[in-house]
């Protein structure tokens, strides 16, 4: 085992939060089990994606960082409520982001923190540069598929950690997405019914959520126990082996521990989604072209292709004030954002079916050679191109 003051001296920051946000520091190494032959130093530059950050989440993350994990990236929009004190706030935490929170938590320790308070929905794929794992412990469906359709399409390791508190029961699962082959993925369990609850934070319909409620102390039982399995398919092969393509049940009420083989399912909707080649770029959008892009993936000029994003291309806007319709061509993350203002002063957002996630390269002509921030894409996002039987997705910084 690596000892503390060795690992504190080797550690290096996180490219995805590297100059991003100052932190105080280490004063003091983790704590680490003395497991002969565990490799501790596969921690020192990994970033966790901790989606959901509330009782099980905030934690879990302390947790990680007392193992050893020193970047992380908090996703989680709601604000604590009075009922939160008794399940995982403190009173004078009360209406404030649990997002900055644990942030502010973290960072006092020594951490390098990004604390996002937004729905899972809107994460940007910048934010899961490798080398990093994503762990989701939300209470909505939506954010559950929002963060696995990110692991999934940048082949990064995704655990999901829950509890049923009527029970007393808390669950694990893990699933790799670095493998090649890909044998399974959380989707792989799914039917028609459970795509039809995967409601969007916007959407029209009821959007109420399910709140755990769960007694603290089982809550903290499930992040200590779900840390010390995450950390340890990490830094041993053997126990990452074990622990691959099963969900465990722990029960304080008996029996302990059961576990199963998690669900494989040739023709699942979420294997599809998996990207091919990924190229990760220290370019912004204002440092590069459509035409730089095109370049560097060895497609030929002049060459069809069909270009996507994790966001969308509106050809056409209407004004939220003067219901004026204009044409034109913008990039947006959703189509409930504003893509730019009216001369009447009112927003200008997407008509539904004049935006679409990609494009062809001939629809694009006219912003070929134009910087991508021209279309107002924005940081971190993802664009991808496809031509000649093969994809290749940029990761913007």
């Not at 105080?24 to 970033?47: D, R």
């Not at 994460?123 to 540069?129: A, H, I, K, M």
């Not at 399409?153 to 808390?170: C, H």
Request: hydrophobic letters at 40%; charged letters at 20%; glycine letters at 8%.
């Amino acid at each position: 085992m690596i000892e503390a003051a060795a690992q504190l001296s080797n550690f290096h920051a996180s490219p995805i939060l590297n100059g991003l946000i100052q932190s105080e520091p280490i004063q003091q190494g983790p704590i680490q089990p003395a497991v002969s032959g565990w490799a501790w130093a596969a921690l020192n530059a990994l970033t966790a994606v901790m989606v959901g950050v509330g009782a099980i989440g905030r934690v879990l993350s302390q947790h990680l960082f007392w193992l050893g994990i020193r970047n992380f990236v908090l996703v989680d929009y709601k604000k604590y409520r009075d009922v939160s004190v008794s399940t995982q706030c403190h009173a004078a935490e009360i209406g404030r982001y649990k997002a900055a929170v644990v942030a502010q938590q973290l960072r006092r320790q020594g951490a390098r923190v990004a604390g996002l308070p937004i729905p899972a929905e809107e994460l940007d794929p910048g934010w899961l540069r490798p080398p990093c794992i994503v762990v989701a412990s939300a209470d909505r469906h939506s954010a559950d598929l929002a963060a696995h359709k990110l692991a999934l399409a940048q082949n990064v390791r995704f655990y999901k950690v829950n509890l049923e508190p009527a029970l007393i029961l808390s669950s694990f699962r893990f699933y790799d997405y670095t493998m090649d082959p890909l044998d399974r993925c959380l989707e792989c369990g799914w039917d028609d019914s459970t795509y039809l609850r995967q409601r969007s934070i916007h959407s029209c319909e009821d959007v109420s959520e399910r709140s755990t409620g769960s007694p603290r102390p089982l809550s903290e039982l499930t992040a200590g126990w779900a840390a010390l399995l995450i950390v340890s398919s990490l830094v041993d092969a053997a126990a990452a082996e074990r622990l691959r393509g099963r969900e465990f049940l722990l029960s304080p009420l008996g029996p302990v521990l059961s576990e199963s083989i998690l669900p494989e399912k040739t023709d699942c909707l979420g294997c599809h989604r998996r990207s091919g080649s990924l190229v990760y770029l220290v370019q912004s959008p204002g440092e590069i072209r459509f035409h730089d892009l095109a370049l560097q993936a060895g497609f030929q000029p002049g060459e069809e292709l069909w270009v996507g994003s994790s966001g969308l291309f509106a050809r056409r806007c209407r004004c939220s004030k003067c219901c004026k319709e204009v044409a034109g061509l913008w990039w947006v993350k959703f189509v409930h954002q504003a893509a730019g203002w009216c001369s009447c002063g009112g927003r200008l957002l997407p008509v539904p079916f004049h935006a679409s996630s990609g494009l062809s390269r001939q629809e694009l002509h006219g912003v070929w050679s134009s910087p991508l921030s021209s279309l107002r894409v924005g940081r971190r996002a993802a664009v991808s191109l496809k031509g000649s039987g093969r994809e290749v997705t940029f990761i913007l910084r």
